[in-house]
């Protein structure tokens, strides 16, 4: 494992183990399995500033990783103002 910092920022590096038909990520308690058709081939893409790999399919990966198939976020910014799902004005800083 590793971790790479820019400023104020950083980005963890995990190990994964390739089996037959899938790949494991065992960075949490819990073993994760990922498809190797969702993992592979990896794609370029900028992250943090930097060009990197990605994996073919990130948003499955990241489904399965935090297991919901929920990514609304709890704020929003609208107009220069974060609001909640209802809209309304919220003081989350």
Known sequence: MGRL???NL??????FYE???????????????YQKKDFYPFRPCSFMGF??????KPWEILRLY???DNFEPIYKCKNGTWVDKN??????F
């Open 5 to 7: 910092f820019k400023g």
């Open 10 to 15: 950083h980005i963890d590096i995990f190990h």
């Open 19 to 33: 089996r037959v038909h899938y790949v494991e990520d065992p960075s949490e308690s819990t073993l994760k399995q």
């Open 51 to 56: 060009e990197a790999s990605c994996p073919n």
């Open 66 to 68: 935090l297991d919901t």
């Open 87 to 92: 809209g309304l004005a919220a003081d989350v």
